[in-house]
């Protein structure tokens, strides 16, 4: 079985930074994209950051200049790193993955557990 463990979250002042991590176990061939998505009450789940296994990356225009997002292939974990925390970064922080099992011959799609970020004073 493939699973994602998403970590990291927690209370922070607006200003302050944290780092969220993801690690993808199980019988895993190969991952693709890594990303991570959040979302906010009564919202829908938004794309954060994103980052192929060449390292390209996509950043949503909310977070750009604030977020880093950043993986290692060799532990099969995604980072994201947040600065400059604001309220409206408040929401439950998803990792996602396309990952391809051992046996199989498409890549599918992963989601972690989730974790609460806050931002408050």
């Known amino acids: 079985q493939v699973q994602l463990v998403d970590a990291g979250g927690g209370l922070v002042q607006p200003g302050g930074s944290l780092r969220l991590s993801c690690a993808a176990s199980?019988?895993?061939?190969?991952?693709?994209?890594m990303g991570w998505y959040r979302q906010a009450p009564g919202k829908q789940r938004e794309l954060v950051a994103a980052?192929?296994?060449?390292?390209?990356?996509n950043y949503a225009e909310a977070v750009k200049g604030r977020f880093t997002i950043s993986r290692d292939n060799a532990k099969s974990t995604v980072y994201l790193q947040m600065k400059s925390l604001k309220p409206e970064d408040t929401a439950v922080y998803y990792c996602?993955?396309?990952?391809?099992?051992?046996?199989?011959?498409?890549?599918?799609?992963?989601w972690g557990q989730g974790t609460q970020v806050t931002v408050s004073s």
């Open positions: 996602h993955a396309q990952i391809m099992g051992s046996g199989w011959y498409h890549f599918s799609d992963y």
């Open positions: 199980g019988s895993i061939f190969s991952i693709n994209t």
């Open positions: 980052i192929t296994r060449g390292g390209n990356t």
